[in-house]
């Protein structure tokens, strides 16, 4: 098998971060991922700031307030930690011409996100949205292969999760309208996205499950992506029975190859498995080792690719803010299709 690009080159140089949010998904995830890519963070800013003061990395501060996490202007890279409601408000403060990084989702709704994308647009700020599942190992390594016209054409889109999620761990979720898409399966449309471009439109059933009061964890999608493409994702976040069943799994197949990808994190939740790539270019199936997960590499190379940008070193933002557009159009799409009727069935004989 040949040699598969796995992570995104690191530039030359790069500027300090300045990371606003001081959540769970910083400490986990951005703070790990900055440290393995030898970034540096200037400092974070919460409304809380004694959750940033305890999770500060050597040398960064905690901000007192807006005016001094910004007072960098555009010699830092800004990166948007925080709850999606909090997202507009902070890119109106934000130097005109930064650089910046915004967690998924873009906006609770495609409203939000038509006001995010005419603030970034106003304000001349160049920003990525981080569906960060793009930048994993695994992901990146498909897309190569891709690209080397290993697998032929892509005719083929399935997404199989059979998960028990513990959804119970997120407080906030129990009160929101939008949960399984919005939050979760989003990486997942997004990805779909990256690999196939925007569909032409969407049928899908969203909903809970007796076993708890979170409004949606179990989704089906089914895309048009025209006649020689199919396009599915099938989720199931209330599979609680055991391991032995248990799936969390792409298989992604064109005219000359297949790809499965096994995403592990989501698996023995929140220990997780290691992530998996299968290829079968034509002499069976063969393992890609993977040099890390989607947890926490694919962090480093979302950082890196933006980090790229504002040096220069690359001319266009991946999964840019205005692409990440089309994933929120397509949520939104997907929540008024599982509101309405799908094709209605005959209920009788025409006799
Ligand atoms: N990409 C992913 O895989 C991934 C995973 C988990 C969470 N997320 C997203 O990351 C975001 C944060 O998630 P979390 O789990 O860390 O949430 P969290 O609730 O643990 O932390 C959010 C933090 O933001 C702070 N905050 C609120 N308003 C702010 C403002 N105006 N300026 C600065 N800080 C502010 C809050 O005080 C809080 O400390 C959410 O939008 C979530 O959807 C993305």
Redesign the pocket.
């Known amino acids: 098998m040949t040699e598969l690009l796995q992570t995104i080159a690191p530039p030359s140089r790069s500027l300090p971060v300045v990371i606003?949010?001081?959540?769970?998904?910083?400490?986990d995830?951005h703070l790990p991922a900055y440290a393995k890519a030898g970034f540096t963070v200037a400092g974070i800013?919460?409304?809380?700031r004694a959750?940033a003061e305890a999770i500060l990395p050597p040398g960064a501060v905690a901000y007192a307030s807006?005016a001094d996490a910004t007072a960098a202007g555009t010699a830092v890279v800004y990166d948007l930690?925080?709850?999606?409601a909090?997202i507009p408000?902070?890119l109106r403060t934000l130097p005109e011409g930064a650089v910046a990084l915004i967690?998924?989702?873009m906006g609770s709704d495609l409203k939000t996100a038509d006001e995010i994308i005419g603030i970034l647009r106003t304000r001349n700020i160049r920003a990525a949205v981080?569906?960060?599942?793009r930048f994993a190992p695994m992901a990146l390594a498909l897309k190569d292969a891709i690209a080397q016209g290993q697998l032929g054409d892509l005719v083929d889109f399935d997404a199989w999760l059979a998960l028990d999620t513990p959804w119970h761990l997120?407080a906030?979720l129990a009160d929101l309208p939008r949960v399984e898409i919005l939050?979760h399966s989003i990486?997942y449309l997004d990805f779909m996205r990256d690999l196939l471009g925007n569909p032409l439109g969407i049928a899908a059933r969203t909903m809970g499950h007796p076993s708890s009061t979170v409004s949606n964890t179990r989704t089906a999608m089914m895309m048009d992506y025209g006649p020689e493409v199919r396009a599915n994702l099938s989720i199931n976040h209330n599979h609680a029975f055991g391991r032995k069943f248990q799936a969390c799994e792409f298989r992604i197949c064109g005219t000359k190859g297949a790809a499965y990808m096994k995403l592990g994190v989501n698996l023995d939740y929140p220990r997780g498995e290691p992530d998996e790539l299968w290829l079968n270019t034509g002499a069976g199936w063969e393992q890609v080792p993977l040099i890390g997960n989607w947890?926490i590499e694919a962090?480093v190379g979302r950082i890196t690719q933006v980090m790229r940008f504002a040096v220069g070193e690359d001319d266009a933002l991946q999964g840019s803010a205005e692409d990440a557009w089309h994933t929120m159009a397509l949520v939104e799409a997907a929540y008024d299709s599982a509101a309405a009727p799908l094709y209605p069935i005959r209920t009788a004989p025409d006799a």
């Open positions: 606003f949010g001081a959540g769970s998904i910083v400490t995830a800013y919460d409304p809380d959750k807006m930690a925080v709850p999606p909090a408000g902070i967690q998924k989702p981080n569906f960060q599942l997120w906030f939050l990486h947890f962090f």
